[in-house]
């Protein structure tokens, strides 16, 4: 009697990812590869997300760069309104309820409560079991909400710990973070997972090298010092724009200062360059898509944050072979090598929180120093590609994953 025949192939694995939406900055960027990468012969990956507001920047052009349509629901979005809310949580259950997917991983906090709360419903419900995933994208407790906001926050997040299977971090100083104010006893839930990202164009970057400088109408003598991100308080641009005011007063090189990105505070930080009598020095791009043109001719980058989880125009600076000058917050440490000269590492300086006088003298540092900038640019390129590619950041992720789904088995 023949025996019959066995079916080996493996159920596809699938995944609903879901963020707030899909604004200026990593969370976006992770989410939107994360999606493209996990639409396998492995895994099927739904991306949901919200409207972004009205001062941010858009990735939605990524999205369809990497052939990603997500599901959109116009009432989840970055502010809190009971009314939205509560329409968003049930679209995004009733989504649960439709696709039924082994794995609800969320994003940031919003998306994160929603998601999260949503699934732990349907898992009461439905005799289908959904693991919940929740990556943390930064150091989420410092400088983001008023102190009121924020142990309300951690007390919900406390609660959602709970029935959270995996919690995903993205750096060493994350997890310690997370662990303590947390109170997480399970320490099996925590998973490091730092970020991926596809650093090709930047790896490449010198071949659009003057480009940039030309459409700026500057020589090629003209230094550029830039810093790409959001414009909004957490970034503070003041504390950069405070340092250009002293870096003039204390060097006479040819400098422009560049701020790439838009955002809530745009018209204040140009109103407050005006008044400071740094309206020349100055530049403001408002948000570009083309990156490497401009890593390409900036002769460093600058981070300012008083928080951040992990920066990712820091590692896209590293891959294109700049120099850093960082404030020393969050998940910073984390992307340097030790040095051997107190806070000048390897690739590039720390300094200490809205500390504008260090930040002017690094910057006077480097720039007296072009092959020490050098060395520290190609010793972060190294860096990088070593640990922030996009398929570390898969391989990682997949792991995870199916040993999520194998428990079950």
């Not at 502010?79 to 009733?94: C, G, M, N, P, Q």
């Not at 900036?298 to 590692?315: C, R």
């Not at 010793?379 to 590609?385: K, L």
Request: aromatic share 8%.
């Amino acid at each position: 009697m023949p025996l019959c025949p066995i079916n080996f192939a493996l159920k596809k694995i699938k995944i609903l990812r879901i963020i707030a939406r899909l604004n200026i900055g990593g969370p976006a960027v992770h989410s939107i590869l994360l999606t493209r990468y996990l639409i396998n012969d492995r895994f099927d990956s739904i991306l949901l997300t919200g409207m972004i507001g009205k001062s941010e920047g858009d990735m939605m052009y990524l999205a369809e760069a990497n052939n990603i349509k997500p599901v959109l629901i116009k009432e989840l979005g970055r502010e809190i309104s009971w009314r939205d809310d509560i329409i968003a949580f049930y679209k995004i259950l009733r989504l649960i309820i439709k696709e039924k997917p082994d794995i609800i991983h969320t994003h940031t906090a919003k998306a994160g409560t929603l998601g999260r709360t949503a699934g732990i419903i349907y898992n009461t419900i439905s005799s289908h079991k959904a693991y919940l995933v929740h990556t943390f994208h930064g150091h989420i407790f410092n400088s983001y909400f008023s102190t009121l906001k924020t142990n309300l926050f951690i007390l919900i997040e406390r609660v959602l710990a709970r029935f959270t299977d995996k919690i995903i971090v993205i750096s060493k100083g994350q997890e310690k973070e997370l662990s303590e104010r947390l109170n997480i006893k399970d320490k099996s839930k925590l998973e490091l997972i730092p970020l991926g990202l596809d650093l090709s164009p930047f790896y490449e970057a010198e071949k659009y090298c003057g480009l940039f400088k030309r459409e700026l109408e500057l020589d090629d003598d003209t230094k550029l010092i830039g810093i790409i991100g959001r414009l909004v308080p957490v970034k503070n641009h003041r504390m950069f724009l405070d340092a250009v005011k002293k870096y003039k007063e204390i060097d006479n090189k040819k400098v422009k200062f560049i701020i790439i990105g838009d955002g809530e505070s745009g018209e204040e930080l140009k109103k407050y360059s005006i008044d400071f009598g740094i309206k020349d020095d100055v530049i403001f791009t408002g948000w570009r898509k083309d990156l490497e043109n401009i890593y390409s001719d900036l002769d460093m980058v600058v981070i300012t944050s008083f928080n951040e989880g992990t920066p990712v125009s820091v590692i896209e600076a590293m891959a294109a072979g700049k120099p850093v000058i960082a404030t020393d917050v969050g998940g910073v440490r984390d992307l340097f090598e030790e040095g051997s000269k107190g806070r000048i590492y390897c690739e590039g300086i720390l300094i200490d929180s809205n500390d504008s006088d260090s930040l002017a003298d690094g910057i006077k540092f480097l720039l007296d120093n072009p092959e020490m900038a050098k060395d520290m640019g190609r010793m972060g390129r190294m860096t990088v590609r070593e640990r922030f590619d996009i398929s570390r950041l898969v391989r990682d992720m997949e792991g995870m994953y199916e040993r999520l789904i194998s428990n079950e088995q």
